[in-house]
């Protein structure tokens, strides 16, 4: 399965942008990591096979939005209220098997090529 992210720019901050990733086969449950320059990559939000579980980080709660289409089998990150610190390289994941909805890098199967997404203070 692979899976293409495109939908990263440059916006301001309050801006905002929409994230998405078309995977080639149809995945278990999704979701998207982010990795700012020197720091590890850490979980922004996860989405069930079904779309109908989703979880965020605690910095993304409230402003961002994941949501899947499964008949084109695509995830979305809708982000909002954009701050400059989420500037990062975007990443979109999926697992090959049902599992519980994961916040952990290492369970998911599948990895897009990343997107960057700047926002300008």
């Known amino acids: 399965v692979q899976l293409q992210a495109s939908g990263g720019g440059l916006v301001q901050a309050g801006g905002s942008l929409r994230l998405s990733c078309a995977a080639s086969?149809?995945?278990?449950?999704m979701a998207w990591f982010r990795q700012a320059p020197g720091k590890e990559r850490e979980f922004v939000a996860a989405?069930?096979?079904?779309?109908?579980?989703?979880c965020y980080s605690d910095s993304v709660k409230g402003r961002f939005t994941i949501s899947r289409d499964t008949a084109k089998n695509t995830v979305y990150l809708q982000m909002n209220s954009l701050k400059a610190e989420d500037t990062a390289v975007y990443y979109c994941?999926?697992?090959?098997?049902?599992?519980?909805?994961?916040?952990?890098?290492?369970?998911?199967?599948?990895w897009g090529q990343g997107t960057l997404v700047t926002v300008s203070s």
């Open positions: 086969l149809g995945t278990y449950n």
């Open positions: 994941a999926g697992q090959n098997r049902p599992r519980v909805l994961s916040t952990v890098a290492g369970t998911y199967d599948y």
């Open positions: 989405i069930s096979w079904g779309g109908t579980s989703t």
